[in-house]
RNA sequence: GGGCACAUAGCUCAGCGGUAGAGCACCGCCUUCACACGGCGGGGGUCGAAGGUUCGAAACCUUCUGUGCCCACCA
């Protein structure tokens, strides 16, 4: 249609104003002078325009009056506007016109160039733009309104930042194609003449008409509005618009439009712009845009990549065979049904604002699991209740309660004002968590443990108080959990055996506020009670001990208030830690042989030596002071840039200065207890080799072979004699004798205190010079780590004796045992068990019978 | 090509100026009378990289790298 040059070109500065023939239909062209289309340094510097089949030259002919010349039909064939290509397939017409141009001699050269090229995505060849006739909604003044709304504040986008995706998008519209050749849909009401092929002519002008005209031949256009012309007209089309009706006047404007971020343009800003036409207000108030849900590559699921997860395959399960390719391989075995609770609650979970959600299996499982957890806590309600049938809320406001009901109560009325803040501030997750933290971790694990000494006891009236609360927090936590898991909270409320005002909890108020519940005292008494439970705990755990185990502690505390707490309460510390004894006192003399806890407001030990394995123990100490040292110097380093005191506020610096007071004290406590269960080191010097820990090497001996005394309630008791008995009027050498068969039972904490006793005897006239002193220190010779040996090796193979002779031997062959032994363990623990058993009951033959040598 | 996100423990994600957290997975002890889809305890991170602001940065700013999404006639 013309040809363009920049007019900065001198090239070709003689050619403006001037025409060319078009070789090929012999029709004569202007070249005109455009510097928007033309790049002077790209190629010739000339370029052809085509108007009715390229965007950029669309525009180049609107500026410069072109002709619009459209040459394709619209199956992509050359129309009659193509001279003698008329007729010719698109990519035929070129391969002729590149042969005509070569045969005429005008072809100089052909070079790959790429560019971009529109295809389609559904037939996947390439597209040509082409003119045709089609209906446009003029945009700039719908826009325009729709851009105040916004920025008026009259609606408002959560997250705030598809306010900008919004505002870029309705500043940079273009008119609005409504037409659509597609099979369905509203059809456009527009009314054209009869041609005279008996199709719409569209040179006619049409009549805007719900119905045919009366007069004349006329027939309706058969294109059909955008969908999303139609579905713009959602917010009021739905309420019976255009008729006043009830509906309309209660429901528009709504308050909260929920949808994709990714129709913000398609469907949000189009029903803005109707709404604001038609209604002459916004459609909705806030606009929700959630998460979209997308591979665990975070790629977005379709059908195309094979990607897509069907939920119904995470509810319900699906063997592998039903999953599509993607799928199938990273789960090979199957998906197993996750149930929809689940399902929904994960998705909560992971709902952050303004992210998408890579969806974790692995994460629903463990929600599935806190379905499970809040079903059997329902159950164990269910359960103890009794014939109790009221639903609480009077009996926990009119009677006395126990401590743990205040503090379940109080953290109840938290969890509900924490839940209505998130819910309001849409912050789903955080709601979902907040719920799932309070149903675990303090009803389930605190507050039903804390419940069964009330619920299993005699007081009456203490076991009405719990069982009211039980069911009261239940009802208004399953409340409050409705909306993320609403199967399950259904089922379990309609089982609850309680008077309900509405026959389902979908329509039960949703829990409020009751300040009446708080109570700070209640949950400032719980602290202390938790963390002494918490440290024994880690002292049981942190030494293996088994929970069968009952055991003593001994808990010190300077505030008086702590100590009474747990005086008050020891029924709840004590079934929860398994204790046999709990003795609360003031500060003081420390427990010997015991592992220690210490926190702020509490020391707590557990006197066990023999039991607890003092060698952990001690780790666990060096541990946590290591920790401590850690922090201080990290404050420190903060306290040593002079201007950190001088600009940072008073309370940051108040803090950090308090912080490093309390664990200097910490630490003190800490090494204190270190040194008091600090082995005594011995070292045995054997002829050639020099010096060598025989503490570290049985122990290592003993580690390896397993032996342990273990929480075996006979062992104990064996060993609380034996200790009776080791008090007094032994000699040296009997001191000696114990502390070789302590080391050979691994106990190396007695066996150090016999060895120091003897140590002692030997200063005595009569003392056995093989057994020398040194300070702090015990030497012990050759034929004593002999004896050790043949200790360990009895314990090992009871019944054979070693003759000194062969001790090297048995030695070796000892080590070659244990190795067959860690071997083993390693592969079929249930063998080590068994070979453990063995130990054990040899060491409970031992033991009285060493007593007896006395 | 333009725009917007995201990068924190093996995985999925919180935290978003003042002592690095959760769930799952992992390790140890336990089939204790709601729950082994469980209980208790434990190990694991120079918070993508480099600069900058600050007394102090995982967090605020800049650049880079990587990943993803949206738009692509116009931003």
């Given amino acids: ?77 050359v129309n009659e506007n193509g001279g003698k290509y008329q007729g010719l397939e698109r990519f035929e017409a070129r391969k002729k016109v590149l042969e005509d141009l070569t045969e005429l001699g005008l072809l100089i050269e052909t070079k790959p160039h790429k560019l971009a090229l529109a295809i389609s995505e559904r037939t996947k060849v390439p597209v040509e733009p082409r003119l045709s006739p089609q209906w446009y909604v003029k945009i700039q003044p719908l826009a325009d309104k729709a851009i105040a709304a916004v920025k008026e504040g009259k609606t408002t986008f959560v997250p705030e930042t598809w306010t900008a995706v919004y505002m870029k998008w309705m500043e940079g519209i273009h008119d609005w194609c409504i037409s659509r050749q597609l099979w369905w849909g509203h059809q456009i009401p527009a009314w054209f003449k009869v041609g005279a092929d008996g ?71 189009r029903m803005m712009m109707m709404g604001l036409h038609f209604m002459g207000e916004v459609p909705f108030r806030t606009v929700y845009l959630h998460a979209m849900v997308r591979d665990e590559k975070g790629d977005k699921m379709s059908k195309t990549k094979g990607n897509v997860i069907d939920p119904l395959d995470i509810i319900l399960g699906a063997p592998a065979a039903n999953l599509p390719g993607s799928i199938r391989n990273k789960y090979p075995q199957g998906l197993p049904a996750q149930g929809a609770d689940a399902l929904r609650f994960t998705l909560a979970s992971l709902t952050q604002q303004g992210r998408d959600i890579k969806l974790s299996i692995d994460r629903i499982g463990g929600y599935r699991a806190f379905c499970n957890k809040i079903w059997n806590a329902a159950r164990f309600a269910m359960m103890n209740l009794g014939d109790f049938t009221d639903d609480g809320s009077v009996f926990i406001k009119e009677r006395s309660l126990s401590l743990a009901d205040r503090w379940i109560l109080s953290r109840l009325n938290r969890v509900t004002v924490a839940t209505q803040a998130a819910l309001t501030a849409y912050q789903f997750a955080e709601a979902a968590s907040v719920l799932y933290q309070f149903l675990w971790g303090e009803f389930c694990d605190w507050y039903i443990e804390l419940s069964k000494s ?83 705990r880690a002292i049981r755990g942190e030494s293996n001990l088994s929970p069968a185990l009952k055991i003593e502690a001994v808990i ?64 666990r100490l060096k541990k946590e002071i290591s920790k401590a040292e850690q922090e201080i110097a990290a404050i420190n380093k903060k ?60 122990r290592a001996e003993m580690s390896e072979a397993s032996v342990s005394a273990g929480p075996d309630a006979q062992v104990t008791e064996a060993l609380v004699q034996l200790r009776a008995g080791t ?128």
């Avoid at 309460?569 to 006192?585: D, E, F, N, Q």
């Avoid at 003399?589 to 407001?601: E, G, L, M, N, T």
């Avoid at 006197?607 to 060698?615: E, M, Q, R, S």
């Avoid at 007094?728 to 070789?740: A, F, K, N, P, Q």
């Fill in 556 to 619: 010190q505390s300077e505030s008086q208030q702590v100590r009474e707490s747990l005086d008050r309460w020891r029924s709840y510390v004590m079934p929860l830690t398994g204790l046999a004894k709990l003795s609360v006192t003031a500060m003081g003399v420390k427990p010997q042989q015991a592992a220690a806890d210490i926190r702020s407001d509490m020391e707590i030990y557990v006197p066990l030596a023999g039991i607890v394995d003092l060698a952990e123990e001690r780790e």
């Fill in 1 to 77: 249609t013309a040809v363009a040059v920049n007019s900065t070109d001198e090239r070709y500065t003689h050619l403006h104003g001037k025409t060319v023939l078009l070789p090929l239909t012999n029709r004569e062209i202007p070249i005109i002078i455009d510097d928007v289309l033309v790049d002077p340094k790209f190629g010739t510097g000339v370029v052809k325009v085509t108007p009715a089949h390229d965007h950029n030259d669309y525009a180049t002919g609107l500026r410069h009056n072109l002709p619009m010349i459209n040459i394709f039909t619209e199956t992509a064939h």
């Fill in 454 to 536: 009330a619920l299993y006891g005699d007081d009456a009236h203490a076991k009405t108080s719990t069982r009211a609360v039980l069911v009261f927090v239940l009802d208004q936590v399953l409340r409050l959990l409705h909306p993320f898991m609403p199967f399950l909270t259904e089922e379990i409320w309609q089982k609850l055996p309680i008077t309900r005002s509405v026959e389902s909890i979908m329509i039960a108020p949703y829990p409020v506020e009751d300040a009446r519940l708080h109570d700070a005292a209640a949950e400032a008494e719980m602290k202390p009670i938790s963390q002494a439970i918490d440290g024994i």
């Fill in 199 to 269: 199709k719409p002519d569209f040179e006619s002008t049409p009549v805007v008409s719900r119905t045919k005209p009366p007069e004349g031949e006329w027939v309706q256009d058969p294109d059909v509005l955008d969908t999303w012309f139609s579905s713009g007209l959602w917010p009021f089309s739905t309420l019976g618009w255009p008729q006043k009706t009830e509906e309309l006047k209660t429901f528009y404007p709504n308050s909260v439009m929920e949808t994709g971020h990714d129709i913000i343009f398609f469907w949000v800003a």
């Fill in 727 to 854: 008090k007094e009027g032994l000699t040296s050498r009997d001191h000696y004798d114990l502390g070789v068969a302590y080391m050979g039972m691994g106990l190396v904490d007695d066996a150090v205190r016999e060895f120091n006793a003897a140590k002692d005897e030997v200063n005595t006239p009569n003392a056995r010079p093989s057994v020398p002193s040194a300070p702090a220190k015990v030497k012990v010779k050759a034929p004593a780590k002999s004896k050790a040996r043949a200790a360990v090796k009895a314990i090992k193979a009871p019944k054979k004796k070693a003759p000194a002779a062969a001790k090297k031997k048995v030695a070796v062959k000892a080590k070659a045992k244990k190795a067959v032994v860690k071997a083993k363990a390693k592969k079929a623990p249930v063998a080590a068990k068994k070979k453990k058993a063995v130990v054990k009951t040899k060491v409970k033959k031992a033991a009285p019978k060493k007593k007896g040598k006395r």
């Fill in 639 to 698: 306290f040593e840039n002079p201007r950190f005191v001088e600009r940072a506020p008073p309370d940051v610096v108040e803090k950090d200065r308090a912080r490093v007071i309390e664990l200097t004290s910490r630490i003190e406590k800490l090494s204190e207890n270190l040194r008091r269960i600090a082995p005594v080191e011995m070292r045995i010097a054997p002829p050639a080799t020099g010096s060598v820990n025989l503490g570290d090497e049985l």
